[in-house]
């Protein structure tokens, strides 16, 4: 992100001070989307903070948040804000405890005293001028404790509308008005509710006060997948300037710098290798244990560990251009991003603090007209606790936390999300396509068969289809070229080169006209290959890709290539099946060669000599017939797809055209790593339902209990004081079920 103060169709970051629920969420959207030039803003209550994505200037932004009633400041990117948002953190912890202990420190001596001595009214002139006292230190733990209550709740007012402090406020402030009426004017109320509740107010606000310091204490475990990646950066990196080597400051690399890393020590930036040898611990980043051999020509990753010889290598990408960096804010944003559940709790909060408002007047209306004597004090007891127990905090915290959590996991195994959206999606696919290279297989073939015909030689066919092959980037062409190459053949000069997506590739050498394709490109010229059919056939059955040269219009040779199928993708296609999953594979390869591949994986449906510009009809195929399909695949031809699958997932090692394109990136080319995104989505939706259910099953259980249903049957009222306890409670256990998603380990079975 820039740090100029203008948003050029991009998305900014802004930390929130203020918000407390889903109330607040709804509100601070709402006023953000009301700014000319935002397109979109998506809280993030777990991390309080705002992502706004358009046109609009920050202070525009700003001065929206802080008319709304909150405060709000511009974030840096995570990298440099990480070290200042915890110490904030830390800072508000401490601010918690200590306005705790003060409201303990007086609420839980009255609570003993109203267990022990059980007397807490007014009855003389003495115990009216002690209780005053009491009230007014209660006033002290309101003011010092729970002023940010007190000014939320105002905040809201004068904005018109009302929050979780709305509901704090008036519950801990009726219990204290209720007590102070009874200790200064005892005469305007029947002997019978000359009760005092100053023991209730400090006792909410000290609880609640607790649940939140609890709740930021385990908030922070919610960032530990950011800060372990924002720990694999280096400090320094050892360049080479003027022939001198020099230790410098990781943000003074420059573009171009020679940097030398030693056996141990991390890759300070992106690069590409010009000296030296050595081993690569990039399971950091991708998840993979194993280590990776880089030579000359190699790319190096900031973060990953060099392992064994000495390399020297030149930058290609520094500061917020690296991978890592770009990694980073990748988690970060899909950290915040919202989930289409969690649009449910953002409804619901919009209507909810008013519904419990009216429920709690109506609540003492029915106290006041048909409950029992002191009927004015049951009333006070119970429009307090009802508005006490349904502070939505839980419901609020429910989606964010979990989201958090299971993206950050995900960047543990080297799945990348990309959004909220994304990770709901993924856990609800029924049906996954299988691009065939690069996916299922290596996507780095070798050269098995040259079978030349009539009279022309193995040599010469070899030269002539590397000659042509040159020009081309695909795969197989590479792979022609390598061949030919380690046998000490030079291409020769290539002109009028044409890739016919699909069907091969035309051109000419040495005034040759030479085609090099499949079966439909040679009868498409007018070149009959019946007789081969038998020998291609041959070859297809064994896994292999077999292609046609022609020279001049006569048919030169059969040259086949195979691509090794992964070491795991076998295993990793079972996990998918075993998880009801239709797994169907893809390919623009010949029908043969297709089946061959499929039967080996284990796979019973595929679409063989799909040419690029129909893979995406091909998904739609699927999503027409009611599957949700996610699409993997790592060629620039698989784009088109990913963008149109339900869910998209690009091989992390294949092209940023199919990454940008993609929901979700595999940073290791294993499709283990696609099974563990679906495992881990999976898992995030279950928790969030889980938080949802148990959110909305408190607050449906809890109001009516407070309001007192259970009165008249088993004759009791809940207290004040237990609703605090419970509210606390309830967001507490929200945050430490999202935590256990961190020990969440895919199953390889």
Known sequence: MSKSRAVTSNECQLIIDGASCASCVGKIERALTAVSGVSKAEMNLADRTVTVSGTAATEALIRAVEAAGYHASLLEPAVDAMAEREQADLAYYRKLMRDMAAALGLGVPLMLYSLVVGDMTINSGAEQLAWLVVGLLTLAVMLFSGRHFYVGAWQSLKNHTANMDTLIALGTGTAWLYSM???????????????????????????????????????????????????????????????????????????????????????????????????????????????????????????????????????????????????????RRAQNSKPPIGRLADVISAYFVPAIMIIAVLSALVWLNVGPEPSVAFAMVSATTVLIIACPCALGLATPMSVMVGVGKAAEVGVLIRNGAALQTASRISAMILDKTGTITLGSPKITDVLPLGSFERQHVLRLAASLESGSEHPLALAMVASAREQGITPGKLSQFNALAGHGVEGEVEKHKLLLGNEKLMRERGINPDKQLETVQALADEAKTPMYLAVDGQLAAIIAVADPIKPDSVDAIRRLQKDGIRVVMITGDNRATARAVAAKVGISEYFAEVLPQDKSRKVQELQMAGEIVGMTGDGINDAPALAMADVGFAIGTGTDVAIESADITLMRGSLHGLADAIAVSKATLRNIKQNLFGAFIYNAAGVPLAAGILYPVFGLLLSPVIAGAAMAFSSLTVVSNANRLRLFKAQRH
């Open 181 to 331: 009426t009874v200790v200064l004017l005892p005469q305007l109320l029947p002997e019978m509710a000359r009760h005092v509740y100053f023991e209730a107010t400090a006792m909410i606000i000290g609880l609640i006060d607790l649940g939140l310091a609890l709740e930021i204490k385990a908030r922070g475990r919610t960032s530990e997948a950011i800060k372990r990646l924002i720990g694999l950066q280096a400090k320094t990196a050892r360049v080479i300037r003027d022939g001198v080597e020099q230790d410098i400051a990781i943000e003074l690399v420059k573009l171009e710098d020679s940097v030398r890393v030693r056996p141990g020590e991390k890759i300070p930036v992106d690069g590409q290798v010009i000296e030296g040898h050595s081993a690569m611990d990039e399971s950091m980043l991708t998840g993979e244990p194993m280590p990776v051999e880089k030579g000359i020509g190699d790319e190096v990753v900031a973060g990953t560990l060099n392992k064994t010889g000495t390399l020297l290598f030149r930058a290609t990408r520094v500061g917020k251009d690296t991978a890592l960096a770009q990694i980073i804010e990748m988690v």
